[in-house]
């Protein structure tokens, strides 16, 4: 059983920077497609960007390219979100999710994500 736990919330002025963090463990192959996506208290969930354990391949919503950073350990079991310049429309709930895959991952549609960590929260203040 794959199992996700997100660390590296808090709180930050606009502009400021975190890193988030989600450990994986369980994982039975070494390919997954791993993602975080967030939810602000009255909106639906949103991708935020996505990472194919396989390779190097990294998706991002339009949103958050250029300031927002996915990666993973060398050993394939930590992935993180590096935020910069941080925005209040940053704020939110973010998750961790993977799903096994056997190719680069081809969006960030959560209904495609089988695990889920339980999230940490965001918060940038103005």
């Known amino acids: 059983q794959v199992q996700l736990v997100e660390s590296g919330g808090g709180s930050v002025q606009a502009g400021g920077s975190l890193r988030l963090s989600c450990a994986a463990s369980?994982?039975?192959?070494?390919?997954?497609?791993t993602a975080w996506f967030r939810q602000a208290p009255g909106k639906e969930r949103e991708g935020v960007a996505a990472?194919?354990?396989?390779?190097?391949?990294?998706i991002y919503a339009d949103s958050v390219r250029g300031r927002f950073a996915i990666s993973q350990n060398n050993a394939r079991n930590t992935l993180y979100l590096q935020m910069n310049s941080l925005e209040p429309e940053d704020t939110a709930m973010y998750y961790c999710?993977?799903?096994?895959?056997?190719?680069?991952?081809?969006?960030?549609?959560?209904?495609?994500?089988?695990?889920w960590g339980q999230g940490t929260q965001v918060t940038v203040s103005s």
């Open positions: 999710a993977a799903r096994m895959a056997w190719a680069p991952c081809g969006g960030l549609v959560d209904s495609d994500f089988n695990y």
């Open positions: 990472l194919y354990t396989g390779g190097t391949y990294t």
């Open positions: 369980g994982y039975t192959d070494s390919r997954y497609c």
